[in-house]
């Protein structure tokens, strides 16, 4: 099995000695992630102590960029405005799914000239709690973008014109994955702020698992995806489905 590393809720006000502490474990392993940042934070739960944060926000982004590191949009402002799980229900809120199509195509249009103004440009989107519908796909291709870090399988996949690229469902039974005909690809996802300093020894045996081959996250975005039907996207909502309700029972 081979796995990327994604990085969610990365913003100029989050809590920078952990993000570093996360980080020197990639740098020591050599895996270059994708990281999200959010165009216009306005969720305060993802701010922290700004001790040790760049000078310069963007300008670190970039440095990362040239480093490897590849870019994606997360959301908008990063607010959960709907009880909405749209199509991949890991979780029963949204800043997406049951928004209307012209709300959330001018969302994707605002935050996309944020980070342009910045000097970065993406096509690749990260929804906020992973949920999206069938407007936000249609926003999507209408904004430009082409790539999606979601969804569930062991190979990047096109659907509705875009290509998902998928995460792991369950991180311990991804890390046994095994060698067949074909390789097989998933996401670790990580919330740098939000990790506790006796998680990052757990962390960093992930990357000694055998059988588990640590990948940049460039080398993910060049695989080529397989087609997708409406039966595999059924398969993926009832396991999203099935997760969710795993996690609210415990």
Known sequence: MKIAVRLDDITPDMDWQRFYRFKALLDKYQVKPLIGVVPDNRDENLKGSREGAPADFYAYIKELQSQGWCIAMHG??????????GIFPLNDFSEFAGVSYEKQKKMLEDGKKLLKDKGIETEIFMAPAHSYDDNTLKALKETGFKRLTDGFGVRPYEWKGLIFYPISFKLSK??????????????????????????????EGYFHTEGAEWISYEEYLRQVPVKRGVWGIGVEFLMAKAKYLLVKIK
Do not use: A, D
Not at 77 to 83: G, L, M, P, R
Not at 183 to 202: A, C, F, P, Q
């Open 76 to 85: 908008f402002q990063h607010i959960y405005t709907t009880k909405k799980g």
């Open 174 to 203: 991804t890390l046994r994955g095994r060698k067949g005909k074909r390789e097989k690809y998933s996401t670790m996802v990580v919330h740098t702020g939000s990790i506790k300093e006796e998680e990052l020894s757990r962390y």
